[in-house]
T-cell receptor
């Protein structure tokens, strides 16, 4: 079964509203989680690295005030898309591992969340 | 900044044939990952290559890593329809402690 779970798997929201996506590690503690965005037929682009108990590290070009990331516990990170617009419609994927990206450490990906902004 | 290039981006092949997907990257890295993605789904881990010369095989897929050439290959042997998917390589970037993904290779196996 999945070891990293995302919720919701699909969400439709109206323009201007906010939507929260959760990423949970189910049977391990993840000090670091990663959030990716994938547009149709494109690759995964890293948005930010979520660190438990501290601020997330955002990639260049990603608006930290628009994509709020909270990693309040060792098993949960949330991504909130604020004031969503249709161009934010995408597939959002999180990943997590128990010891970051250390060699030999397994990286687990969540099932992904489809966001449609209408 | 690390650049990861995959080729081909699209591959249509007949069942039973062999082919190779290439993943080149621009700066030094000692770690490379291969993933499979089915339409509408998330990523499935295929291989983790952790050292120069690493070779791993699972079924009809075999992956290798040459860190000196900054090249990884994913070789498909006697393709079957079930292998149709998008394949991504991802390279570990020490600066930033993150993975950088290639553009992906869409593989279609025709019967």
């Amino acid at each position: 079964g999945a070891v990293v779970s995302q919720h919701p798997s699909r969400v439709i929201c109206k323009s201007g509203t906010s939507v929260k996506i959760e990423c949970r590690s189910l049977d391990f503690q993840a000090t670091t989680m990663f959030w990716y965005r994938q547009f149709p037929k494109q690759s995964l682009m890293l948005m930010a690295t979520s660190n438990e108990g501290s601020k997330a590290t955002y990639e260049q070009g990603v608006e930290k005030d628009k994509f709020l990331i909270n990693h309040a516990s060792l098993t949960l990170s949330t991504l909130t898309v604020t004031s969503a617009h249709p161009e934010d419609s995408s597939f959002y994927i999180c990943s997590a591992s128990s010891q970051g990206l250390n060699p030999g450490n397994t990286i687990y990906f969540g099932e992904g969340s489809w966001l449609t902004v209408v | 900044e690390l650049k990861v290039e995959q080729n081909p981006l699209f591959l249509s092949m007949q069942e039973g044939k062999n082919y190779t997907i290439y993943c080149n990257y621009s700066t030094t890295s000692d770690r490379l990952y291969w993933y499979r993605q089915d339409p509408g789904k998330s990523l499935e881990s295929l291989f983790v290559l952790l050292s120069n010369g690493a070779v791993k095989q699972e079924g009809r897929l075999m992956a290798s890593l040459d860190t000196k050439a900054r090249l990884s290959t994913l070789h498909i042997t006697a393709a079957v329809h079930d292998l149709s998917a998008t394949y991504f390589c991802a390279v570990f970037m020490e600066y930033g402690n993150k993975l950088v993904f290639g553009a992906g290779t869409i593989l279609r196996v025709k019967s």
